[in-house]
């Protein structure tokens, strides 16, 4: 394995976009491609059955315990709400590339946002207390994540923004199950960085 963990992860998927390609090419297989950001969220019609599923920031907040925020906070990641990545799978089922046509790429994603501006805006909604803590993963201070939605937002996609559903939607039910919280698995314990 190479001496970086994360180098395995990026391995993997280059690997799969190499094999992707070959059978497109190779066996004529059709291949929609989802490259997914991070989900948040608790309900779809179908989970509205289970809500214990609940955002880290939210569960947080709601049991008064400090937004953790690993280093400056500065890196950007992309985030979809769970209902808007159902129906992206959706418009990917029902819209996939005709036989002959090559392996269509879609960024499964609706926003980003830099994790220190995420714990902003959870704190000016909750009054929750930001801690930034050190990063225990092996990553630049910050990061610029430039990546666009266009084709699925092409095919219908109406997206739920973070600002627009994050209370309303996460934090009634992170604070109605917040007895359940084990205060001790909130920190981050693992290092992924050496020494």
């Known amino acids: 394995y190479p001496p970086n963990p994360g180098s395995i992860y990026h391995l993997t998927k280059t690997q799969d976009q190499l094999l992707f390609a070959y059978y497109n090419k190779n066996d004529g297989v059709r291949v929609t491609d989802l490259h997914q950001g991070i989900v948040w969220g608790t309900q779809t019609p179908q989970t509205e059955l289970d809500d214990r599923l609940i955002n880290r920031f939210i569960v947080q907040a709601a049991v008064g315990y400090p937004l953790t925020v690993h280093g400056s906070g500065g890196q950007t990641r992309a985030f ?4 808007d990545t159902v129906r992206c799978i959706e418009l990917a089922v029902t819209n996939g590339p005709a036989a002959g046509e090559r392996v269509q790429v879609f960024n499964q994603m609706t926003e980003t946002h830099r994790v220190a501006d995420l714990a902003e805006l959870v704190s000016s909604l909750t009054g929750a207390e930001i801690s930034h803590v050190d990063n225990p ?59």
Do not use: M, Y
């Open 80 to 83: 979809i709400h769970i209902r």
């Open 137 to 195: 993963r092996n990553e630049a201070d910050s990061n610029e994540l430039i990546v666009a939605n266009d084709g699925l937002l092409r095919l219908g996609l109406d997206p739920t923004t973070l600002e627009a559903g994050l209370l309303e939607e996460v934090g009634a039910i992170a604070k109605r199950f917040s007895d359940r919280v084990d205060h001790t698995k909130i920190p981050c314990r693992s290092l992924w960085r050496q020494h």
